[in-house]
């Protein structure tokens, strides 16, 4: 006979693991597991992203290097709008590029090893959970076998109190039993009877227990734990969607500063100014010479028949040399640097300026410096000899007197260069071609000469980086690879003096070599 306890079940409001899901155990096992799963492909998928971001970061900034000007030639062009331009916007994409390794960076440790770090407590939890509810199921199926066991034990208890009733009725119908006989037999069905009973009894309460554990463990035990394990799934999730909008919010966080950097980007390509850069290029590069005049028609149809010794003595004019610097005959530097073109000259002409400005405040300092020596000397005898400073002073007296006729010399050619400069261009121009008769004839006898004439050794060797076309007075053409003597140095202005290995000398372009070691 089986005896059941009464169970009151409440269904709550909401539904829940423990109350509906009771008996697939299985499947919240395959369920939170599934849970575990995405939140490990994930992290993987953010940790890829960063390093997406990183190798990203890291070819940005490669390629801000390699298009980053280095070296006198690049520092010459970013002078002009068009370069500094494109230099800030280089700038610009290598902070964008550091704000992609933030990004990639906060993925990093704000995303991944946070639910990394979750991860491992989650797989204990749910561990710990399926540990907890299979002991349960364990110590529920070990009541069970225990109660199987006793039923048997009362099944055959009370057969065998059957059998022995049924035997002891038997005896005392039989005739040839004696009363001691019948005893016996009444005595042990009645001791088998009793056995049945306790066996019947210990059954009962044993399935009274089983039930109540049973209840126990359906109704409380098993859901608890299933509640937690939904409870460990909800958070999962939270978790998850935390780091989904993590991987939303870092790059959100940048967004600001990348905003800016492309502003400046923008900036950078609006602050270009074309006509600015041109007027630099030409301030850069301009001679100052006047254009070529018309050459002069020279009519050899008359007075051709002149003898031999006229056409020596009066030889058939040349076209004057519009730029003092010929291919084989270098005049002496002009102390007033009047050989040079009117832009170069002024620069020069400051240049030495500024040279002897700054000597000048050098000797004066050693001169204020000497008199105040001598006066602690006159105040002081023991100190030294105030005679003794006499000839220093005397000598930076002597020297700063000179210094000044100095300054007041190349002022004054530099106010003329200023000044005078359109006028001195005609002047020389004309100049050119009324000194050219008499320049001819002195020129047929010092020609030869001048082939044989001090040449200054070369300062040294380069190799030329880019073609130019020399096309102005005074400069040469150059081609890439071509390796060319070092004459003179720039003296600031961006030109140097070069000789090529045909003879041909001239000016070129500063940056457009590389001296060779």
Same mark, same amino acid.
């Given at each position: 006979?089986?005896?059941?306890?009464?169970?009151?079940?409440?269904?709550?409001?909401?539904?829940?693991?423990?109350?509906?899901?009771?008996?697939?155990?299985?499947?919240?096992?395959?369920?939170?597991?599934?849970?575990?799963?995405?939140?490990?492909?994930?992290?993987?998928?953010?940790?890829?992203?960063?390093?997406?971001?990183?190798?990203?970061?890291?070819?940005?900034?490669?390629?801000?290097?390699?298009?980053?000007?280095?070296?006198?030639?690049?520092?010459?062009?970013?002078?002009?709008?068009?370069?500094?331009?494109?230099?800030?916007?280089?700038?610009?994409?290598?902070?964008? &590029?550091?704000? =992609?390794?933030?990004? *990639? %960076?906060?993925?990093?440790?704000?995303?991944? /090893? @946070? !639910?990394? $770090? +979750?991860?491992?407590?989650?797989?204990?939890?749910?561990?710990?959970?399926?540990?907890?509810?299979?002991?349960?199921?364990?110590?529920?199926?070990?009541?069970?076998?225990?109660?199987?066991?006793?039923?048997?034990?009362?099944?055959?208890?009370?057969?065998?109190?059957?059998?022995?009733?049924?035997?002891?009725?038997?005896?005392?119908?039989?005739?040839?039993?004696?009363?001691?006989?019948?005893?016996?037999?009444?005595?042990? &069905?009645?001791? =088998?009877?009793?056995? *049945? %009973?306790?066996?019947?009894?210990?059954?009962? /309460? @044993? !399935?009274? $227990? +089983?039930?109540?554990?049973?209840?126990?463990?359906?109704?409380?035990?098993?859901?608890?734990?299933?509640?937690?394990?939904?409870?460990?799934?909800?958070?999962?999730?939270?978790?998850?969607?935390?780091?989904?909008?993590?991987?939303?919010?870092?790059?959100?966080?940048?967004?600001?500063?990348?905003?800016?950097?492309?502003?400046?980007?923008?900036?950078?390509?609006?602050?270009?100014?074309?006509?600015?850069?041109?007027?630099?290029?030409?301030?850069?590069?301009?001679?100052?010479?006047?254009?070529?005049?018309?050459?002069?028609? @020279?009519?050899?149809?008359?007075?051709?028949?002149?003898?031999?010794?006229?056409?020596?003595?009066?030889?058939?004019?040349?076209?004057?040399?519009?730029?003092?610097?010929?291919?084989?005959?270098?005049?002496?530097?002009?102390?007033?640097?009047?050989?040079?073109?009117?832009?170069?000259?002024?620069?020069?002409?400051?240049?030495?300026?500024?040279?002897?400005?700054?000597?000048?405040?050098?000797?004066?300092?050693?001169?204020?410096?000497?008199?105040?020596?001598?006066?602690?000397?006159?105040?002081?005898?023991?100190?030294?000899?105030?005679?003794?400073? @006499?000839?220093?002073?005397?000598?930076?007296?002597?020297?700063?007197?000179?210094?000044?006729?100095?300054?007041?010399?190349?002022?004054?050619?530099?106010?003329?260069?200023?000044?005078?400069?359109?006028?001195?261009?005609?002047?020389?121009?004309?100049?050119?071609?009324?000194?050219?008769?008499?320049?001819?004839?002195?020129?047929?006898?010092?020609?030869?000469?001048?082939?044989?004439?001090?040449?200054?050794?070369?300062?040294?060797?380069?190799?030329?980086?880019?073609?130019?076309?020399?096309?102005?007075?005074?400069?040469?053409?150059?081609?890439?690879?071509?390796?060319?003597?070092?004459?003179?140095?720039?003296?600031?202005?961006?030109?140097?003096?070069?000789?090529?290995?045909?003879?041909?000398?001239?000016?070129?372009?500063?940056?457009?070599?590389?001296?060779?070691?």
């Amino acid at each position: 006979m089986q005896q059941t306890l009464p169970v009151i079940r409440t269904t709550p409001a909401d539904m829940d693991w423990g109350t509906d899901l009771w008996d697939q155990c299985d499947q919240i096992e395959k369920h939170t597991q599934s849970g575990i799963d995405l939140l490990e492909l994930y992290v993987k998928f953010v940790k890829e992203r960063t390093e997406i971001e990183q190798s990203y970061a890291k070819q940005l900034r490669n390629l801000t290097k390699k298009y980053a000007k280095r070296g006198s030639k690049e520092e010459l062009d970013c002078k002009f709008s068009n370069h500094a331009s494109f230099q800030e916007i280089l700038n610009e994409l290598n902070d964008y &590029a550091g704000q =992609r390794e933030i990004v *990639a %960076e906060n993925m990093t440790t704000g995303i991944c /090893a @946070e !639910l990394n $770090k +979750y991860l491992q407590d989650l797989k204990q939890e749910r561990k710990g959970h399926l540990s907890e509810a299979k002991k349960a199921q364990q110590n529920l199926e070990s009541s069970f076998k225990h109660l199987e066991s006793i039923k048997k034990r009362f099944a055959k208890e009370w057969a065998e109190a059957e059998k022995a009733t049924q035997q002891a009725e038997k005896t005392e119908h039989d005739v040839n039993a004696t009363k001691m006989d019948v005893e016996k037999a009444k005595n042990h &069905a009645h001791a =088998r009877t009793h056995t *049945a %009973e306790e066996s019947r009894n210990d059954y009962a /309460a @044993e !399935l009274q $227990k +089983y039930n109540k554990e049973q209840n126990y463990f359906y109704y409380t035990e098993i859901p608890q734990i299933f509640n937690k394990m939904q409870e460990m799934d909800e958070q999962r999730i939270r978790h998850l969607a935390k780091g989904y909008c993590q991987f939303s919010d870092v790059e959100k966080k940048v967004l600001p500063i990348i905003s800016k950097c492309l502003e400046g980007i923008a900036a950078a390509g609006n602050k270009i100014n074309e006509k600015q850069d041109s007027m630099l290029f030409i301030e850069q590069h301009k001679s100052g010479f006047e254009r070529p005049a018309d050459v002069e028609f @020279e009519d050899y149809s008359q007075g051709i028949k002149a003898a031999t010794s006229d056409s020596s003595l009066n030889p058939p004019k040349v076209r004057a040399k519009l730029w003092p610097f010929g291919k084989k005959h270098k005049p002496p530097a002009a102390e007033d640097f009047s050989h040079l073109p009117p832009e170069q000259r002024k620069k020069k002409l400051q240049a030495k300026i500024d040279d002897i400005n700054k000597e000048l405040q050098k000797t004066q300092d050693q001169s204020d410096a000497l008199e105040k020596m001598k006066g602690v000397y006159e105040q002081n005898p023991q100190l030294g000899d105030p005679t003794s400073l @006499e000839p220093q002073i005397s000598e930076t007296t002597h020297h700063i007197g000179r210094l000044r006729g100095e300054l007041a010399k190349y002022e004054t050619w530099l106010s003329e260069a200023v000044g005078g400069e359109e006028s001195a261009n005609v002047i020389n121009n004309n100049a050119q071609h009324v000194n050219v008769a008499a320049d001819q004839t002195r020129n047929l006898y010092t020609e030869f000469d001048d082939e044989f004439e001090d040449v200054d050794p070369p300062l040294g060797q380069c190799t030329v980086l880019y073609n130019f076309e020399g096309n102005s007075e005074g400069t040469v053409s150059i081609a890439e690879g071509e390796l060319l003597s070092i004459m003179e140095e720039d003296k600031g202005d961006g030109w140097m003096r070069v000789l090529k290995g045909n003879g041909e000398e001239g000016f070129i372009p500063s940056s457009y070599i590389s001296r060779d070691s």
